[in-house]
DNA sequence: GGATAAAAGTGGATTTAAGTGGTTAACATC
DNA sequence: GATGTTAACCACTTAAATCCACTTTTATCC
């Protein structure tokens, strides 16, 4: 289960280091994880390797004549890129990755239960500030109580 | 199994340079590969020629005298062109198949499962961009939690 | 509270392979 | 027979991956 947030740095050749904290929940799967386009936003998702394969089948099903899953599938089997943490607990993230999201020198890493979302610090904050219309929330959101 | 996605360039002859990454997985068909026109975007399908014998029954297969499967054989069947990889692990893009995908020298190539798929760069943006109505989204894809 | 030690994060350099472009030769067509 | 186009071969340049070293921060012990 990952929670919280990290502010952390890319450098010049576009590598990024974990965060111990989180490097320690990604001890099950051996630093073996997967970074793929978000299809909602620009940004990333990023999961323990052996939690992508149970989502991986979800997406596969998906229809491939119907717009929005096709977008759907080319983004994120389209992106998916595994990765391996380097002996400095770095990943590399790969180029087209690194233009979808627009990633530049600051980033945050954020946790969301079954994996984590990778943002440029840039659009995540323009992302919280924006407004959203209330209109089509989901009914089970309607009546939830935080 | 393809995935992931490479950004490479195609040279003044039409040649693009397969990812080392992408050429190992291709190795189960011996660089013999089949490149066809995409019914749904103006793109291209790339597929081991093992694999495209298998999708070619099922295509032949549809019927005649529907417009929308007739329109899918023309494109899929019409255009199929088996390619070879050359010494440099690149491949000579055929003029037709440029022209219907409207390849300049940037291109996407996107691991899609079964194959991949090849677009100009241009066109992939676009397609990303574009933004779709939410209506007739898949059953499965209403719940779906990532 | 300060100092020391250990761990985490950052940056750089070197080596190897992958990608790119050019040139030559052969075949086909006019 | 000559010219033009296509395919194969070869060499060079650029990028990626690995390895190594240094700096900074945090935690613990005195």
Redesign the interface.
């Given at each position: 289960m990952f929670y919280g947030s990290h502010a952390i740095s890319m450098d010049s050749k576009g590598r990024i280091a974990i965060p111990s904290r989180v490097r320690e929940l990604l001890e099950e799967c051996n630093g073996n994880i997967v970074l793929t386009a978000h299809t909602e936003n620009r940004c990333l998702?990023m999961y323990p390797e052996n939690q992508w394969q149970e989502?991986l089948p979800?997406i596969?099903?998906?229809?491939?004549?119907?717009?929005?899953?096709?977008?759907?599938?080319?983004?994120?089997?389209?992106?998916?890129?595994p990765l391996e943490l380097d002996a400095n607990g770095r990943v590399l993230v790969?180029?087209?990755l690194r233009?979808y999201a627009k990633l530049d020198k600051k980033l945050m890493l954020v946790g969301q239960g079954?994996?984590l979302e990778l943002w440029s610090e840039e659009m995540f904050a323009e992302y919280i500030d924006s407004s959203v219309d209330n209109e089509d929330m989901p009914e089970g959101m309607q009546n939830l109580a935080l």
């Open positions: 998702h989502i979800k596969e099903a998906l229809p491939s004549f119907n717009k929005i899953s096709r977008r759907a599938k080319l983004l994120l089997i389209g992106h998916a890129s790969p180029p087209t233009e079954k994996g």
